[in-house]
């Protein structure tokens, strides 16, 4: 029964990969990660078998899990390389988490504003092995924070209205951040370099369906 299992999940996997491929993901290296990485461990347990359809699914606190073909997008744009310090704003389920340190991220710094869904992530990572490498806060990812290590990479998983000057100052001299923000043609890939001559800003075409993400530290959960 145990390698019947083993068989299927791999099949699964590949089936999912091949899936994201058809709707445009061609990165290798997110391709990769990605079908290592079982999206079903980090959705709810009621959701599973919706795992690996591309669709968002509903999270704790009233928050959504990002349907796989939009981390992809993000991903294959922030490209962490091996090494790298991340800083992802909007933990979630700890999926794009996860995708980080299989990307090669060294450590990956994550702020949720949510306890109970940073509580159930860490216990996903935990389950994984791989919250070693994975410092985990309650915080408002937005809020200017003092003292503060640059990254070299950083992921919003949630669209915004504009980055946030406060983001881009928390990257490293050539450093890289992407999130989302609303256009008026909707969702768009956002990215902010850090270059010798300060923060570059560009949007992208691509279309993203991605949740807003909210501001400030939760009151409540």
């Keep these: 029964m145990g390698d019947e299992a083993e068989h299927s999940d791999a099949v699964g996997a590949a089936a999912f990969v091949l899936a ?16 290592r990485v079982p999206r079903e461990r980090f959705a709810p347990e009621a959701l599973r078998d919706l795992a690996r359809r591309d669709i968002a699914l509903p999270l704790a606190c009233g928050q959504t899990m990002t349907a796989p073909s939009a981390v ?29 340190l299989r990307l090669g ?30 410092r985990l806060r309650i915080a408002d990812g937005c809020a200017p924070e003092k003292d503060v290590t640059p990254f070299d990479r950083i992921l919003v998983n949630g669209a915004l209205p504009a980055i946030p000057d406060s983001l881009g100052q928390r990257l490293a001299p050539g450093g890289r951040l992407v999130g989302a923000v609303a256009t008026r043609e909707g969702m768009r890939l956002a990215v902010v370099e ?9 949007i992208l075409d691509t279309a993203l369906r991605i949740a807003p993400l909210t501001a400030g530290r939760a009151r409540v959960l």
């Design 194 to 202: 850090r270059g010798p001559d300060g923060l570059h800003r560009r």
């Design 72 to 100: 992809a997008a993000m991903l294959a744009v922030l490209e962490p390389g091996p090494g790298a310090r991340a800083l992802e704003i909007g933990t979630g389920s700890g999926y794009a988490t996860a995708l980080l």
């Design 20 to 35: 994201l491929r058809a709707r445009g993901v061609r990165a290798p290296a997110v391709l990769g990660a990605m079908e």
């Design 105 to 134: 991220c060294a450590v990956v710094e994550s702020l949720e504003r949510y306890e109970t869904l940073a509580g159930e992530a860490q216990g996903r990572l935990d389950a994984l092995g791989l919250a070693g490498s994975v």
